[in-house]
């Protein structure tokens, strides 16, 4: 009796275990989200109120990668772009496929540093949802975005990069 006892608690132990590991990646997104720490970029459109700081200017660049076994070019439509504050600006990423089959896309962005992220505000992206691509296809995706008067003074260049994953198979399932 005293052996179920204890087989019980460690099975509760196991479950409570796993269910702490399964929950980590929301809770870490969550907390990155809320802090800007990472790098992580807030994956939805920010309201375009804004006043131009016409006494900086701030550089921004951008970097592409992508997944493991993805082929085809993805890459900006500049490597770096002088902003000031308050600015708005589009780049626009290209991408193709160079397959006969139709893909979903996913790009993660990523800040560098990490402070700087939750200044970049972001109006339009193509990371705000699945991108498709159809077989030998090519698509234009524009990225709007202004950076927040109230970026770190001693902040005067951060890099914006996106990885490009493929989801194929996961949204198919959904």
Avoid: W
């Amino acid at each position: 009796m005293m052996h179920d006892n204890k087989a019980l608690k460690l099975a509760l132990l196991a479950v409570a275990m796993f269910g702490f590991g399964f929950l980590l990646v929301p809770l870490y997104d969550v907390f990155c989200d809320i802090t800007g720490l990472n790098g992580k970029t807030a994956n939805r459109p920010v309201a375009e109120s804004r006043v131009v700081d016409e006494q900086r200017l701030i550089t921004v660049e951008f970097i592409t990668y992508q997944s493991s076994g993805l082929r085809g070019e993805f890459t900006p439509s500049v490597r770096q772009l002088q902003v000031r504050p308050g600015e708005m600006h589009q780049v626009d990423f290209t991408i193709n496929n160079p397959s006969n089959n139709d893909i979903t896309l996913r790009a993660i962005p990523s800040v560098s540093p990490g402070r700087a992220a939750s200044h970049l505000r972001k109006t339009e992206c193509f990371c705000f949802q699945e991108q498709p691509l159809a077989g030998r296809g090519e698509a234009v995706m524009p990225m709007r975005f202004y950076v927040d008067k109230d970026l770190p003074a001693d902040i005067e260049v951060f890099t914006l990069s996106y990885t490009l994953y493929d989801i194929t198979e996961r949204a198919s399932s959904s």
